[in-house]
Structure formats: C-alpha cells, structure tokens
C-alpha cells in the first residue's frame, strides 16, 4: 500500500513542479504577436501564391498589420475583401492595378510549322531539351501544357490548337507559368499594357514567316506608326517601351501584315488589326516531307 | 603494376559496331556551304574575325578565343565569308554562326601554318599552343583541351590517361583513329606528358578492340612511358572515372576531378589531332565523324570538315527513305535533333540514323515497380528510381542535396533497363535545369 502511496506522491510533485515551471516559463517567455494578424490571416484567401511579393497570405497579413503594405496589395482577394481588411485595420484599401500573365507567342499548331515530331515525355520541358522540341520556330510555345499544370488557379488552359490562353480574371500574376516555361514565352503585366507583341521570334521576315503564318516579321511598319518613343525594333522585334504606356492606342496595330501585334481589350480579347491575315484553317499542319530525315 | 578490376555496374548492350568498324577512314567533299558557329565548345563563345564577303585560306583563324575557357575557330575550307548569322543549333536554339561558302575548286590540302618545335616550348607555351590550334575534347563533351593540358593549382598529375573505350553502340571513330594514326596519338600523348610534368600515359582500351590494342603496341615498340591496357567491354567504360576505376582501383570523390588523384584524362581523337596539329601549329577545322545506322547504305568513318550540314553528309552516306529518327552522338547518351540543318562540330562524333522499324514511339510509361534494376547498374551507385520520384514530385532541390543528382552524368544504364520504360535520363536532366535556374534566380535576387 505503501509503494502505491510513494509512487503516487512522487509523480504528483514531479507534475506540479513540471506545471510550476511552465506556468513560469509561459510568462517569461511569452511573444506578443498582434491577435489582427490571425483575423487578417483569416480575411485573405488563402491561396499563399506569392503575387505579392510575400512568402504566403500569413506573411502578407503581418505585412499589412504592421503597415508597411497596403491590403490592395493582394491582387487575388475579392476587392469586397480588401475593403473588409482596410475598414477593420482603419487603413487606406490602396490599389494595386490587377496584374496578368501574358503570352509572347500566338503560333499555334495552325498557324506554326513543325520540322519534327517530338516523342517522349509529354511536358514542354523535356521536350524543349531534344532538339528544341522540333517546332519551326526555336522560340515558339511547344503546346505541351507544362504551364496549365502548374497554375493553381486553372487560370491557363490549352486551346483547340495547342496554345495556352489566360483568363485574366483569374490570373493572379503569381509567376509560376513564367518559371515553368522552357522557352520564357510569359511575362507579368499590369492590365492596362494593352498593346502587345504575341511573338518573340528573332529571325528576319521571311525566315520568321516561313515558320509560323503569325510571327513578327520586323517589317516596322508599327514602329513607323506609333507615338514616338513608343517602340523600337531590337533583334528583329517590335518592342514597345511601357514606360510610356500612357502613349499606347491601336493605331500601330492597323497595319500588320500578320496580326503579330494585338490590342488587348478587357472584354473583346486580343484585337488584331484589319490588315492581318486572315486565319481560317482549323487543323494542324503537317510536318514537311522536306523537313525529315527521310531525303527524297 | 595495374590493380584495377572491372567497375561492378553498368550494361552491356549490343555493340552494333560491325557495320563501321573495318572500314577506313574517308575524306567526305566540302558542301556547298559550310556553317561554322561561334560557341562549338564548352566556355565563352569565340569572337568572330572576319568580314562578310571576306576571302578565307583553308586553316586560317576565323574567330579568336572569347576568353581562357574558350578556344579559336579557323576556316575549314578555301572560299568567301557569306554572311554571319544566326544558324540552328544541335540544342534546338539558334547561335550566331560564320557562313563558309567554299570555292568550287578549292582543295582539301591545308597550306595555312608554321612548323614549331615542340621540344623547345616550355609547358606554358604548349598550353597557349594547344589553345590555338582550337583542340577540344573530340569525346563528346567538347571541353577545351588546353585547359585540362595545366595543372591543377597546388595538385601533382603524374599519369596522362589515353581514353580508347569507345563504349558507345554504333560509334567507331576512336576505333579507326586507334587503328589507322596509332603514330600521332602517342605524339599527342607524349606533348600532354610534357605539358603536365607527368611519367607516363596509359592507353585504355576496351577489349572488343583487339587490332587497336595492336596498333598501339606496334608504334610504341621498346619505350616503356607509355603502355596500353585491354579492358572489359562493358558500357559506360569510356566515362573517364569508369575507365580510372576500372585501372586504378580508386573513385574519383563525388564532385571532384581526375586531377584530385593525380590522372588527366585525354580522348585518343584529341590527342590525335594534338598530335598532328601543334607540330604544323595549325587549326582543328576536320574530325573523323562515324555516320551509320540501318538506315544508310553507305555508312562509314568520314573525316568531316566542321560546318558540314548534316543534310549534306547524310546525302553523301546515302540516307534511304527508311530513315525516321536522326541522333548525334551514340544511342545511350546521344540527343535526337530536330531539323538536319544542323552543322557538324567538334563535338559530334557519330551521326545515327535509325530506321522506321527500329523506332518505337508512344510506348505507354508504366509506373515504378521498386524492381531495383536501375540501382544495380547506376555507375555510380546513385539510386534512379529513388531520383525519378522526387522528379515527379518536383523535389528538385532534395535530388541535388539528398540524393547527388549532380554526380548521375546521364549514361542511360538507368533509362535502358528499366521495365517501365520511364524516361528518367529525361527526368534528370530537367531537374539538373531547373535547379540552375532556381539558384539564378536565387542570385539574381540576393544582388538585387
């Protein structure tokens, strides 16, 4: 009976002694940690993608809480939640102009010839290691859909000919497409750079055009037309300087012979110009007998 | 003297030599242009010295070294400079490239260059010579040759490695180079013994290669710095710490060199042409190039000027309506091109040209099985199918950290054997790539 008692006791003061010390050490060692960081944390969506520049939605929430970043920073939120969080922070919402990802090429499986064909691991990134993926164009999209995959928020999907489309309302300028792509065809924009140059290849005119029915020829005709400053042509490629984007109307999309140019409008989709050829085949074309290993 | 054992991994697959393998080199004609890029080797790119519409002798300079990890190009033909651009690459991207357009009577006699004498020069002379003559690693990996011709910093090489396994299938360059200029490889091998202070060489050669290791034998005679070695054909023997392995008894440690143990290890091809280049002090601007495959009916050992397009060899060697899938390199470790406009370089040693029956595409990938077979042959005793799932996974940094992704050196024992046919060569090299593009980025962003 003894040996119950002495046990019992022993471990009731090596329990009490143990919850003594914590009790201690909770209050000598306590953080203090702003509770509207977890209520904030709580307001945001959850979707930690980074668009912010923050090392995911708690970060951000500190951010914000502290005041170094306006809660308009988060481009994913709804902008109901962004005034939710600034009217319970007693701060100003700020904006930050909705950013998107934009795709510099448009030579689908169309418009765009290939020299092979390309068998192995289905992801643009495998393919782009063989040979360069045996696209026409050394710069083009490969279609394989390595930028579908990897968007969280099913922003991307492949088209009908095998080229990735965004859905602006749901892009929310994260950045993974722009590092998965082997051929670093996307970039983040502001909404507001509309016109845009849907090709980065840099051959000359009939070089680029004998590969892909919409590639950037270099022929300057946009760059003859458009404000001055505006844009340039460097490597064969009309470049347009969104440093003066307050510039930018659709006159130099009006004569592009191959639609390389667009105007990007936030409800028609991209707008190519009235002089752009004409698109209307539908299927893939073919590989070139010419372009095998088979001589004839 | 030798303690070596046979390296305990790797396949035996069918060698696939016989086809080229007797037949004497052959010199293949100019094409009608030659296209000569600027960045043909591993390093910075050569600078270009000529002018459009210039007129070049065969074997003068025509782009000087971009660097000391870099070496010069000089014209392989007698004709006009074209034009200087842009030209498909094997890689699949396009790299500026000098436009040859050989005179239609130009001859394949090189006039260009002076004789030097190589027992006068001092070591450092003949690394700066070895420089000029434009010499890479004629092997396949195109690493400039005078940079492994120096000695390592505070490192002793006492023994120069002569490398004449040739494990791939198909290929048979380093074969009749052995067999037919056994005179000018131990010239070469002599010239890197002098430039890195080392006592002797040793010729490894693999022993499906009995007339080589006869050749040899015969031109060194009675001298004793130089002997040749007959070892086990098995593949990858020809990778340089396999074949160290398979001599010395020791491994390279992960992430070293050969030179941490005191070996240099030179292609025969490199240090053939060192061997016959530096004495004339002139440029490497041909290489013997083996195209062959089932679907040729006249493969062969062709001594190739640089630039050459593949269209125009592949003509030459009589390319049939079989051929489907075109490979530079050997089957295991080559690279499928995609358009034959591609030039040949000084890194090309074989063109394959597999047939329409030999070519099994859209094989379905089945999942991993745990079999291990990978892991029994992996050379270097990394474990592939561990590797693969994380690549599925995308865990590309634990590759590197936990796993030494960047010791595989993608042989393709791995990629062979395995009876779920995943592709996980394909695998590793594009972790190797995102991995480097992490850590730029990564830099970009701690300078920023």
Redesign the interface.
């Known amino acids: 009976m003894l040996e119950y008692l002495i046990a019992g006791g022993v471990m009731a003061g090596i329990g009490s002694a143990l919850a003594v010390a914590l009790a201690l050490a909770n209050k000598k060692l306590y953080v203090y940690e702003d509770p509207r960081i977890d209520q904030v944390e709580g307001m945001l969506p959850s979707a930690n993608c980074g668009a912010c520049g923050c090392a995911g939605c708690r970060a951000f929430a500190e951010k914000v809480v502290e005041g170094a970043l306006a809660p308009g920073k988060c481009t994913v939120s709804a902008p109901v939640g962004i005034v939710a969080i600034a009217s319970f922070l007693g701060v100003d919402a700020g904006s930050e102009e909705r950013r998107v990802a934009r795709l510099a090429c448009a030579g689908g499986a169309h418009v765009a010839w290939n ?7 289905e ?1 643009c ?2 393919a ?8 026409g164009c ?1 710069w083009g999209c490969l279609g394989l859909g390595d930028c579908e995959r990897v968007c969280d928020f099913d922003a991307i999907r492949m088209d009908e000919h095998g080229l990735p489309v965004v859905t602006e309302a749901k892009c929310t300028a994260c950045g993974d497409c722009v ?1 998965v792509c ?1 051929k670093s065809l996307f970039s983040i924009h502001p909404v507001s750079h509309r016109l845009w140059v849907a090709c980065n290849n ?2 000359n005119g009939d070089e680029a055009e004998a590969v892909c029915e919409v590639a950037c020829t270099a022929c300057g005709r946009c760059v003859a037309d458009a404000p001055p400053g505006l844009m340039r042509m460097l490597d064969n490629l009309a470049v347009i300087d969104y440093s003066k984007n307050h510039l930018a109307t659709q006159i130099p999309i009006q004569r592009c012979p191959t639609g390389a140019i667009l105007w990007i409008d936030g409800m028609k989709g991209p707008v190519k110009g009235p002089e752009a050829r004409r698109i209307t085949r539908k299927s893939p074309l073919p590989i070139e007998p010419a ?6 | 003297m030798l303690n070596g054992r046979r390296f305990s991994r790797g396949v035996h697959p069918p060698e696939s030599k016989e086809q080229t393998s007797h037949l004497p080199i052959r010199r293949l004609p100019f094409a009608p242009v030659l296209i000569v890029p600027l960045s043909q080797h591993t390093g910075a790119p050569a600078v270009a010295i000529v002018r459009e519409g210039q007129e070049v002798v065969r074997g003068e300079p025509i782009a000087k070294a971009g660097g000391f990890v870099s070496v010069p190009m000089h014209a392989p033909a007698t004709g006009r400079i074209e034009k200087i651009a842009l030209a498909p690459s094997a890689r699949g991207d396009l790299a500026k490239a000098v436009y040859l357009k050989p005179y239609p009577s130009a001859s394949q006699e090189i006039l260009y260059g002076a004789p030097q004498d190589i027992e006068q020069m001092t070591p450092e002379q003949i690394v700066h010579a070895v420089q000029e003559t434009g010499v890479v690693g004629l092997g396949g990996a195109a690493f400039p040759t005078h940079i492994k011709m120096k000695v390592p910093e505070g490192k002793k090489v006492d023994t120069v490695l002569v490398n004449g396994c040739e494990c791939e299938p198909y290929l048979t360059t380093d074969h009749r180079v052995m067999v037919e200029q056994a005179g000018e490889v131990l010239h070469g091998a002599r010239i890197a013994m002098k430039a890195l202070d080392a006592r002797r060489a040793i010729v490894g050669v693999e022993d499906n290669k009995p007339d080589a290791v006869e050749a040899l034998r015969t031109a060194i005679g009675a001298a004793t710095d130089i002997t040749v070695e007959a070892v086990p054909t098995r593949y990858p023997q020809g990778a340089e710490k396999m074949l160290i392995q398979a001599l010395f008894g020791r491994e390279v440690p992960s992430g070293g060199l050969p030179g941490d143990i005191g070996v240099a290890v030179f292609n025969v091809a490199t240090l053939a042409q060192i061997g016959d280049l530096l004495p004339r002090h002139q440029g490497l601007i041909e290489r013997v190039v083996t195209i062959t495959g089932p679907a040729l009916s006249k493969p062969g050992n062709y001594l190739t000027a640089l630039g050459t397009p593949l269209r125009w060899a592949l003509e030459q060697a009589g390319c049939t309506d079989e051929a489907a899938s075109v490979i530079l390199g050997g089957p295991m470790m080559g690279s499928a091109i995609g358009t034959l406009d591609v030039p040949i370089t000084k890194g090309v040693t074989g063109i394959l040209v597999l047939a329409r029956r030999d070519v099994k595409n859209h094989r379905p990938i089945h999942p991993c099985i745990r079999c291990g077979a990978c892991v029994d042959v992996c050379p270097l005793y990394l474990n592939p199918s561990r590797l693969g799932m994380l690549a599925r996974k995308e865990r590309y940094e634990e590759m590197e950290t936990e796993f030494h992704l960047n010791d595989c050196f993608e042989c393709g024992c791995c990629s062979y054997v395995c009876p779920s046919r995943i592709p996980l060569v394909q695998y590793f090299r594009i972790s190797k790539q995102m991995n480097r593009e992490r850590k730029a980025r990564e830099r970009a962003h701690s300078n920023a």
Do not use: S
């Not at chain 1, 782009?128 to 696209?135: D, F, H, M, P, V």
């Open positions: 020299r092979a064909r390309y068998a192995g691991l992801t990134r495998a782009a290691l063989i040979g360069g993926g045996g696209k050394a590092e082997p840099m051959a372009d095998l290993p088979v001589l004839r």
